[in-house]
C-alpha cells in the first residue's frame, strides 16, 4: 500500500488525496500525481463550466482524482491523459445533474459540446507550444544549414536539385542533411517541450 503526497494544488484548488491508502503499488503513480496535478486546472475550468458552482466543482473535482488515482493502468500520454481524465468528469458531472435536484439538468449534448471545445482549446494550446519550441530550436542550428530550411519549406518549396544549385552542393549532400536536421529538430523539441512541461 502506498499514501501518496498530503494535497495537490492546481490553479484554483486543492485535490487532496491525504485519505488514500488502499492504492496499489504502481511504479507509474508518481507520474499519474504528476499528469493530474499539471491539468487540475483545465479540469476545474471544464468542471466549473459544466456546473457554474465553485464548491461543486472543487467537490467534483476531488471525485475525479480519486477515481484517478485509484485506476489501475491509466494512460500515461499528457493528452491521452487529459481526453480520459475530462471523460471521467464528464461522467461525474451526468451523475452529479441527475443526483441533484435542486439543479437544471444540462442536456448530455452540450456536456458533449463543451469537452470537443476544451479539447480543442487544448490542441490549440499544444500547437502553439510545439511552433514555439521549433522557432527556438531553428535559432540554434547553423546559418547556412537554416537557410537552407527555409528555403526548402519556403512557399513554394525549392527541390534537392534546387537546393543543391542554390547552395552549390551535391544532391547526395543535401538530402541526407536536410534529414539529420529534421531528426535534430524533432529532438530539440522534445526536448523543450519536456522542459516546459517541468517547469
Request: aromatic share 6%; net charge positive; glycine share 2%.
Amino acid at each position: 500500500m502506498k499514501i501518496l503526497p498530503a494535497g495537490f494544488v492546481g490553479n484554483a484548488s486543492i485535490i487532496n488525496l491525504n485519505h488514500l491508502t488502499d492504492i496499489p503499488e504502481q511504479s507509474d503513480r508518481n507520474e499519474i500525481a504528476a499528469l493530474l496535478m499539471r491539468h487540475s486546472s483545465r479540469l476545474r475550468a471544464y468542471i466549473l463550466a459544466c456546473v457554474r458552482n465553485r464548491t461543486d466543482a472543487d467537490d467534483l473535482l476531488q471525485m475525479v482524482a480519486i477515481a484517478v488515482i485509484k485506476t489501475e493502468n491509466p494512460p500515461t500520454q499528457d493528452a491521452d491523459f487529459l481526453r480520459w481524465a475530462r471523460e471521467i468528469a464528464r461522467r461525474r458531472i451526468l451523475k452529479h445533474f441527475r443526483n441533484s435536484s435542486r439543479l437544471g439538468i444540462l442536456e448530455p449534448k452540450t456536456l458533449e459540446s463543451l469537452a470537443e471545445a476544451a479539447a480543442w482549446v487544448d490542441q490549440q494550446d499544444a500547437s502553439n507550444l510545439r511552433r514555439e519550441a521549433l522557432l527556438k530550436c531553428v535559432e540554434k542550428i547553423p546559418s547556412e544549414t537554416k537557410a537552407l530550411l527555409m528555403r526548402r519549406y519556403a512557399s513554394p518549396p525549392a527541390s534537392i536539385p534546387e537546393l543543391a544549385k542554390m547552395f552549390n552542393r551535391a544532391a547526395s549532400y543535401i538530402a541526407p542533411l536536410l534529414y539529420r536536421v529534421r531528426q535534430q529538430l524533432h529532438a530539440c523539441i522534445e526536448r523543450q517541450l519536456a522542459s516546459e512541461e517541468r517547469s
